[in-house]
């Protein structure tokens, strides 16, 4: 795969104490190999943690992994502390096991696309890429 | 034994004479659909399995009889005859007082054991009111703080009749949630000599599979899934104190081969360290049972799990000499594999757990658990429950594929692709034994590199659309009205953390502090982790004190992320 993805930076992280990391670890990596500079956070990760982390390692969008339908309260989370940074422009996208149904509430706050499980990789990355650039 | 095979070795040559003919002439007329056929894993398939491919094959030797040597077509003699795989359906969500009522439900619906999951805060030894379960109580499983809950949990059900699968996960909460389901039976007036159940308690769920930032260093989640292990043989002699989880490994990402090569190597280890302890093989070996994947390779599936039958024993003869027959027996209950259903067109998942459920079925699984066909959108709501558990009753009852014991032994298929992942299982295991055993291979991260490779090569399939997954990356729908309710968990945080204050207040605080301090004293002196939990949980001490206090004993592990 060409290395298109250059000069993005990236943060993947799970937060709340959902365990299941294999969509976002798969996901770190293609993005990598795609050519972006991807920061993983691992597990259990708070929104406060997530945000700073994303402000120190001066990413331009950060992908949260979510499979324990707790993703309208973190989404938000995550999106009131972005504000308080005055980092709202950072790009918010996702993935997991988060209904269609509830797609529509992420928008309104400010979320960008959310990928289903089993979502080409490439398809993530030119999102990133096309995100990034605007 | 005198090697006796099927076909004498002329017939032999002459059918493979005439299989070169007809691939020359008849079967290379017509084109094939792919380049290359392989199982899910990359084993190569061939056109057609003839006696050629089982020429090796001593019928008495390599296939046997049911519930003997070598045990391939079952642990059982009668299997299906004699009795139904357990129905054994997941139930876990909320506080204790709601998961007890879905419980009750499957029960009354026709479901022949508990199996109950642990929300994410407990699995990871965090009550309910810490800091960090504030999105997550009550999600994934049901929320246990403290005996009272596990009281709740299991009001009215007959624990002294009906198996409980407790999915603990891993030693960090199993040492804990177990210690009060025993402590609750205790209390009930119930002997633990007659609970009979399961309890996961895998040490290589919080090193390998999903790894808390907190997590124990190794060689401490070890020790706390074998003191669990010996306290069970000494003291609740039917039940099974492990369950090797390869499911949970194989939806992190390995393949077949890699999941029963961790889940045999698991069990190995955790056997030389009961040696180790004084224990004699033939104490604690007929308890140790497997918990395995069905995946969509259908006849792989099968394929592995009588490989793995076969397997075991054979390992166990070679390294500790069992003179019980019963140790000998490789025991699994398998879930459908959950990370094969899609959130795209979910009906379409009815009928990939039913051939999932299916392969388990012909491999002679002892219980089953079917995912319901919201697995990819939400906690299964009743309706995806029922359905799912009526997918194993019609199995059972309709399909008559219980018949007879091990319907496929003999096919030249099967057999063949048996033999094969046998080979490449031992490999693996010898891979890993040459690691220094599987706690070294999760040291070194070796683990954590073959299950993310596997992954990622599975994702990298998916992508190129080698692996077709129908309604995922080919006949997609563009516009999908979801056919189906996505369940709300109830309130969780608050009613647990109301329960919490007031048992804190409540409680004997003097007594609650001695039964942690008497913890950290059976970590010093290097006693069995069980025998005091067990005691300390009756203080009303909860799951995150403990937990608490044993991070503080044995420190934390920098490990691998990937």
Redesign the interface.
């Known amino acids: 795969m060409a290395k298109k993805g250059g000069n993005i930076r990236v943060l993947v992280a799970k937060p709340g104490l959902d365990g299941h990391d294999r969509g976002a670890k798969v996901v770190a990596r293609a993005l990598t190999n795609a050519g972006m500079e991807v920061i993983y956070s691992g597990l259990h990760q708070t929104p406060e943690q997530i945000v700073q982390t994303a402000l120190d390692e001066d990413v331009n969008a950060i992908g949260l992994s979510i499979h324990s339908g707790a993703h309208k309260t973190i989404f938000a989370d995550v999106m009131a502390l972005l504000r308080e940074k005055s980092a709202a422009d950072l790009i918010v996208f996702g993935g997991g096991s988060i209904p269609t149904r509830d797609w529509p509430y992420l928008s309104e706050i400010g979320v960008g696309r959310i990928f289903l499980p089993g979502t080409n990789t490439e398809e993530i990355v030119e999102y990133l890429i096309t995100a990034v650039e605007a | 034994m005198e090697r006796k095979s099927q076909e004498s070795s002329e017939n032999m040559a002459e059918i493979a004479q005439v299989e070169q003919e007809w691939i020359a002439t008849t079967y290379g007329k017509e084109k094939e659909r792919r380049q290359e056929f392989s199982t899910l894993s990359g084993l190569l398939v061939e056109p057609l399995y003839t006696p050629r491919h089982v020429a090796e094959l001593d019928y008495l030797r390599d296939l046997g009889f049911p519930g003997q040597e070598p045990y391939l077509r079952g642990v059982h003699a009668t299997m299906y005859r004699g009795r139904p795989w357990t129905h054994r359906q997941l139930a876990g969500y909320g506080p204790p007082e709601e998961t007890n009522k879905r419980y009750k439900f499957l029960l009354n619906e026709g479901a022949g054991g508990i199996n109950g999951v642990f929300d ?2 407990t ?2 030894g ?1 009550d309910s009111n810490d ?6 109580a009550g ?2 499983g049901v929320a246990i703080d403290t005996i009272e809950d596990m009281a709740a949990l299991f009001d009215g059900i007959p624990i002294d009749t009906i198996s409980c699968s407790l999915v603990t996960c891993q030693p960090i909460c199993n040492i804990s949630v177990q210690s009060m389901f025993f402590a609750n039976a205790l209390r009930r007036g119930v002997c633990l000599a007659d609970l009979k159940g399961t309890s996961q308690n895998d040490f290589l769920m919080e090193t390998a ?6 997590v124990f260093p190794p060689w401490f989640s070890f020790k706390l899934s074998c003191d669990a292990i010996e306290f069970c043989t000494r003291n609740v002699r039917h039940w099974n104190p492990i369950s090797f989880a390869g499911y949970n490994y194989r ?3 390995c393949n077949a081969i890699q999941e029963v090569g961790l889940v045999l190597s698991n069990a190995l280890a955790c056997s030389e360290e009961m040696l180790r302890r004084g224990l004699k093989i033939d104490d604690f070996a007929p308890r140790l049972s497997f918990f395995l994947s069905a995946q969509s390779d259908f006849f792989e599936e099968i394929a592995k799990y009588r490989a793995a039958r076969r397997l075991w024993p054979r390992l166990l003869k070679e390294r500790f000499s069992p003179e019980d027959e019963r140790s000998l027996k490789f025991r699994f209950h398998v879930q459908t594999a959950g ?1 094969a259903l ?3 067109q979910p009906l379409n998942n009815i009928s990939r757990s039913a051939f999932h459920a299916l392969s388990a079925v012909l491999g002679g699984a002892q219980s089953i658990h079917v995912d319901g066909y919201d697995e ?4 299964p709501t009743e309706l995806s429950s029922v359905t799912a558990l009526r997918t194993q009753q019609i199995l059972d009852l309709e399909t008559r594929v219980t018949n007879t014991v091990d319907p496929l032994g003999g096919s030249y298929f099967v057999e063949n692709l048996t033999d094969k992942l046998e080979r490449e299982i031992s490999r693996f295991i010898n891979e890993i034994d040459s690691q220094g055993g599987i706690v070294e291979a999760v040291n070194s991260g070796f683990v954590h590199r073959e299950i ?1 490779d596997s ?2 090569r599975y ?2 399939s ?2 190129s659309g080698d692996t077709p ?1 129908v309604g ?2 080919c006949y997609k729908m563009h516009e ?1 009205t ?1 056919p189906c309710e ?1 369940f709300r ?1 109830p309130e969780t945080f608050a009613i647990q953390d109301a329960k919490l204050k007031r048992i804190k207040e409540t409680r004997n605080s003097r007594v609650a502090e001695k039964a942690l301090a008497e913890v950290g004293k059976s970590f010093e002196t290097n006693g069995n982790m069980m025998d005091v939990i067990v005691q300390s949980v009756g203080a009303l001490v909860s799951e995150g004190e403990i937990a608490e206090t044993l991070k503080k004993c044995a420190g934390t592990w920098d490990p691998p ?2």
């Open positions: 994410y805060p699995l990871r965090y800091p960090r379960a504030y999105a997550d999600r994934g599979v999903t790894i808390s930032p907190e939806e992190a990402g990370v899609t959130a795209q990819a959108l939400c906690t993310s992954a990622y994702q990298l998916i992508d997954i995922l990356n999908e979801l996505i968990i992320l990937f």
